[in-house]
Nanobody
Framework: QAQLVESGGGLVQAGGSLRLSCAAS????????MGWFRQAPGKEREFVAA????????NYQDSVKGRFTIFRDNAKNTLYLQMNSLKPEDTAVYYC???????????????WGQGTQVTVSS
């Protein structure tokens, strides 16, 4: 069983940057596809980005392409999300997740962190 702990959230002005981290423990981190999701108040949890377990090929939601970068350090059992050019609509609780299935659906991820709040002011 994997345990995931996110960090790095906070308050930032529009146009600013943040880097989220997700530290994993338990089963082998490199065995999992890893993803970032977010949930804004009153909205469903949505896919942000994912990275494949073997190829490390990334996938992104269209609204974050060119602004966010997902990457992983298997030696440190850590997943990252570099977020640049942040917008107020990026405000949400961000969750990391680990799974073995498809990359964009919440249902294919087995393990979730507790979330970290990102607030972007205009």
């Amino acid at each position: 069983q994997a345990q995931l702990v996110e960090s790095g959230g906070g308050l930032v002005q529009a146009g600013g940057s943040l880097r989220l981290s997700c530290a994993a423990s338990g089963r082998t981190f490199s065995s999992y596809n890893m993803g970032w999701f977010r949930q804004a108040p009153g909205k469903e949890r949505e896919f942000v980005a994912a990275i494949a377990r073997r190829s490390s090929i990334p996938n992104y939601q269209d609204s974050v392409k060119g602004r966010f970068t997902i990457f992983r350090d298997n030696a440190k059992n850590t997943l990252y999300l570099q977020m640049n050019s942040l917008k107020p609509e990026d405000t949400a609780v961000y969750y990391c997740a680990a799974g073995l299935g498809g990359y964009s659906s919440t249902s294919t991820y087995n393990y979730w962190g507790q979330g970290t709040q990102v607030t972007v002011s205009s």
